[in-house]
């Protein structure tokens, strides 16, 4: 054997004929072909197996004729995966023979004698046939891979033979054999009724085959029964005026399908409520302005949000807040005829997608506001009714964690082209309109107007006056005496908040307090509170005063903030003031509230030291058992008893009963809105522990009360009393 040359293409030469193999291995090698000699059917099977040559020449003069046959069968066989071409040469020329050799698989026949030339050509040419072969199946395999990958099946159509050939992936997507013959008809029998019948009737159009290429959706269902998604691609290729081929593709898009839909639901959809979000509503609110314009019609956009959500959610929690929300936005959906009011028309997110009918929409725009969009309203009483209906949902009490919640909401309205020509500018003015509501009492609604705009524009820009003064100290604290009367001294005194705009002149704090709770700032302006009460006994103490104790009023927000213990207990630290100098007074709508809640931060509060006082008892859901629950140590009487009790002996009853109660339960009591001798005078016969009021002095700034107790001046009006 020869060795094998590092060639291109190798040839296997089975031969028992020394001289024969001999010649024919040398022609070859000098056209540049390498080759391996085998002399018998063991070697030939054998350097086959080691080499997989690209050519087989083989002698079937082996030592028997039968033995030449079955060698070729043998090596034909082996040779299917390699697709390795097999010449038989032969010195009979028999034709029985030749057809009993390719019966055995060779691919072609030669008989002595050999022409070389004739025999190299052969040679290359069944080479060349199989390196074809071979980059055929290489590429029907990637082809075959590719589509398995994809999901996509391919197909051929040909209207002069009307056969329809397809790939393995196309019957596999249809849930055919692999190897089937499939039939247009076998096809068509897979699809539903509906997308068959379209199938057909497109084909069937006399200028079909001009069209170019078509593309159909449609499901069908599978062994699992749930339904998959297709899309057929077909290409028209025309080759006479008569006949034509048809090109296709058939793509299993189920997975797409479901990726596409989980991409617009993240996109355009609320995860807490299920309900179309800002996004949603934006983008077809545009869409519906360009139909509307176009077409003429008029659109109202409502924006709603419910009463005090933010006291519910926080007495209850964020769970409980979030489980109100879905319950309210299924109320909502009532209001609407069909589902179409949280469905996407995809001709709105893709001016490309068919046209589709726009119908109304409601979405969650953040937190506890909706928004709703009314298309093509006849009259402005089909708007009002709506809104009615929108709010009449909630007027039902909702069950939650065994409690009947009651919910109101307030409303704003704005009109396409009246109140804005754009989005963002309808959304404002709606919002503007419903925050008016609100301010008018809520559970209501409003139209929007220039004069609503202006209030909207004002309140924005108090809000943020707000902001600066909090975080540049432009607020202060002014400090109302609380005189004990046992000792006829002031060791007392309630902190209350005033701010001096530079514009608006002194706002009252009933207008500012609430709105900081509204826009988050309530907790901010409470840090201040106490760390400048904080800061201020420390000056008096510094100044020589004897041990000062301030009274700061303190938020339901506040009180349900995790973080308000310890800011009281930096603050003590930071400022180096006795806890016992601090007092925090709450009222009685916080104790209605998260009651678990409550008491831990109350009882945070007193083992620090701190007192807590329960503010305006009695004019609330004054209950007794607030007053064995809660750690307070001061109750302070409202002063609508205080103002009541010289003329009216039912308020005197009730602060005779208040002050009892106190001495029995060891609180301290504190009367407020003391303003005349005589309801001085009331009090001290009824032992009172604590007064304030204007009789004694209003709210001072920290440098006049210094100078009010160094006059003392209070001593004589307390004398004049006791005189008399």
């Known amino acids: 054997m020869n060795k094998i040359d590092q060639q291109t293409f190798t040839v296997l030469i089975v031969d028992g004929n020394d001289h024969s193999r001999i010649a024919i291995s040398d022609s070859l090698d000098n056209a540049g072909l390498g080759t391996v000699e085998a002399k018998n059917s063991k070697l030939a099977k054998l350097y086959f197996n080691q080499i997989n040559p690209d050519l087989v020449l083989m002698d079937l003069d082996l030592p028997d004729t039968a033995g030449g046959l079955k060698l070729c069968t043998e090596l034909a066989s082996s040779a299917d995966q390699a697709n390795t071409p097999v010449i038989v040469l032969s010195r009979h020329n028999d034709t029985k023979l030749a057809a009993a050799a390719f019966d055995a698989g060779a691919s072609d026949f030669v008989h002595h004698p050999i022409d070389y030339l004739i025999l190299i050509q052969r040679s290359r040419y069944q080479i060349r046939a199989r390196q074809n072969l071979i980059s055929l199946t290489r590429r029907e395999r990637i082809l075959e891979h590719a589509e398995r990958i994809a999901k996509m099946g391919s197909w051929e159509w040909d209207s002069r033979s009307s056969r329809l050939y397809v790939s393995k992936e196309f019957n596999r997507i249809l849930g055919f054999e692999e190897q089937r013959s499939t039939r247009v008809k076998d096809v068509l029998h897979r699809l539903p009724e509906s997308e068959r019948l379209k199938i057909m009737e497109y084909f069937q159009q006399h200028d079909s085959k001009h069209q170019g290429t078509l593309t159909l959706h449609h499901r069908v269902p599978s062994e699992a029964g749930i339904g998959r998604t297709l899309r057929h691609e077909a290409r028209f290729i025309l080759h006479n005026d008569k006949d034509y081929s048809v090109y296709g593709t058939i793509h299993d898009i189920t997975d797409e399908v479901a990726h596409k839909d989980q991409i617009l639901q993240l996109a355009y959809y609320d995860a807490l409520t299920q309900l179309p979000n800002r996004t949603f509503f934006k983008t077809h609110l545009e869409h519906a302005i360009r139909l509307a314009r176009k077409q003429g019609h008029l659109l109202a956009v409502a924006v709603l949000d419910l009463d005090l959500f933010t006291r519910i959610n926080n007495s209850l929690g964020h769970e409980a807040g979030d489980e109100l929300l879905k319950k309210v936005s299924n109320r909502l959906l009532r209001t609407f005829d069909n589902t179409q009011c949280t469905t996407l028309n995809m001709q709105a997110i893709d001016p490309q997608a068919p046209q589709e009918p726009m119908s109304d929409k409601i979405a969650r725009l953040e937190g506890d506001q909706f928004a709703i969009l009314l298309n093509q309203f006849g009259k402005l009483d089909d708007v009002i009714l709506f809104v009615q209906r929108l709010l009449k949902q909630l007027v039902t009490p909702f069950t939650l964690q065994g409690n009947n919640i009651v919910l109101t909401a307030s409303a704003g309205i704005a009109l396409y082209p009246v109140n804005g020509l754009g989005a963002e500018m309808l959304l404002r003015n709606a919002d503007a309109a419903m925050h008016f509501a609100k301010s008018q009492g809520r559970n209501n609604f409003h139209f929007y107007s220039s004069d609503i705009d202006f209030k909207s524009k004002e309140r924005l ?214 303003e005349t001798r005589e309801e001085l005078q009331f009090l001290l016969d009824h032992r009172c522990d604590v007064v304030q009021g204007h009789y004694f002095s209003p709210a001072l700034s920290a440098k006049d009360f210094s100078h009010y107790i160094q006059r003392q001046s209070w001593i004589a009006l307390l004398q004049d009393n006791v005189k008399a």
């Open 461 to 674: 820009s108090v809000e943020n006056d707000l902001r600066h003064a909090i975080r540049h100290n432009e607020l202060e604290l002014h400090y109302q005496p609380k005189l004990h009367l046992k000792s006829g001294t002031v060791h007392s005194v309630e902190a209350l908040v005033r701010w001096n705009h530079p514009v608006r002149g002194l706002v009252s704090p009933s207008q500012f307090v609430p709105m900081a709770e509204e826009i988050g700032l309530i907790n901010e302006l409470g840090d201040w509170l106490i760390n400048q009460a904080c800061m201020q006994a420390k000056r008096w103490n510094d100044e020589g005063l004897s041990a000062i104790r301030i009274a700061i009023n303190l938020s339901p927000i506040q009180i349900r903030a995790g973080s308000l213990v310890q800011m009281i207990r930096n603050a003590l630290l930071t400022y180096r003031i006795a806890p016992s100098q601090l007092e925090v007074e709450i009222t009685e709508t916080v104790l209605l509230e998260d009651t678990n809640r409550v008491i831990r931060t109350l009882e945070g509060i007193r083992n620090l030291g701190v007192k807590v006082a329960l503010d305006d008892f009695g004019t609330g859901y004054s209950s007794l058992i607030y007053l064995t629950r809660f750690p307070f140590s001061t109750l302070k009487i409202d002063r609508s008893f205080v103002s009541q009790c010289v003329k009216h002996g039912q308020s005197a009853a009730i602060i005779h009963t208040i002050i009892q109660l106190c001495k029995n339960l060891n609180l301290e009591v504190v009367a407020e809105g003391v």
